[in-house]
């Protein structure tokens, strides 16, 4: 009987029936802002009317190493669009061109990225809150071409990447994991994330960062050298500033 229930609450949750996907418009039909532009506009508040992003969706919740969030991509830049609700990789698969409204939204920077949503949490102003409602997400981001591929750089050495790079897909390695064998991508024992340390053969480290709740995390992470894909993020790793990569899921480690 609970799993059925488990499997009809599946259902309901993800469905596309549920949401009413806003009608089809190409993104030149939009006079859109660009991502590497937002930053400075967020300083003096709220975005104002007419600030339109588009770009595509290289990130998604499917694997769950992504909380209530996707995030989007253009020519200059990448960002994290925060949105209340869950299956978000049904409504914008890796790959699909979106429109994003941001006019009333606040922005601000989290581990390095710009994330936009609704007003900044009280308890911490570098976080925002989620957009509200299926309503306002469909309102707010809009579908505007199917799924591409959207394939980052050529692999790339971790001391090669730059501060510019934050909030983008990128691939680097090659690269080992410096855990002790048999780690895992994610561990429950604390906190809501797991931070792994990969080292290049120059000695230049990034941390790979994995919920406890994405669909690999109980997973051995590969002893081999490795080249690995991910969301660029940039926090603290044992007193020292690192950049941090988000995979999407194991499809994004070679």
């Known amino acids: 009987m609970l799993g059925w229930l488990t499997a009809l ?17 190409l993104a030149e039909e939009y006079h859109t ?21 588009s770009g595509r969706v290289v990130a998604n919740d499917h694997s769950g190493n992504f909380y209530k969030s996707i995030v989007v991509e253009d020519s200059t830049g990448g960002m994290e669009v925060r949105l209340d609700g ?28 710009l994330q936009v949503g609704r007003v900044g949490y009280q308890w911490n ?6 957009i509200a409602t299926q309503r306002e997400i469909q309102r707010r981001v809009r579908v505007c071409s199917v799924a591409e591929a959207w394939e980052p750089m050529a692999p790339i050495a971790p001391s090669a990447l730059s501060e510019d790079m934050r909030g983008r897909l990128v691939c680097i390695g090659p690269v080992r994991c410096a855990e002790e064998e048999g780690a895992r991508w994610g561990d429950d024992n604390y906190g809501s994330y797991c931070d792994r340390l990969f080292v290049a053969e120059d000695g230049h480290r990034v941390v790979v960062r994995t919920s406890r709740y994405a669909d690999f995390a109980t997973l051995a992470i590969p002893t081999r050298w490795l080249t690995i894909k991910g969301v660029l993020y940039r926090d603290r790793y044992e007193g020292e500033d690192v950049f941090v990569l988000k995979i999407r899921s194991l499809d994004d480690v070679e």
């Open 86 to 113: 869950y299956c978000l990789a049904s409504l914008y698969p890796e790959g699909c061109g979106v429109v994003v409204s941001l006019d009333g939204l606040w922005a601000s920077r989290y581990d390095g990225v």
């Open 33 to 53: 802002t660009h991502i590497e532009d937002l930053a400075s506009l967020a300083e003096m508040g709220p975005f104002g009317e007419g600030v339109v992003v």
């Open 125 to 130: 102003e570098l976080l925002v809150e989620p």
């Open 9 to 25: 609450l599946t259902l309901v949750g993800c469905g596309r029936g549920d949401y009413e996907m806003p009608p089809f418009r």
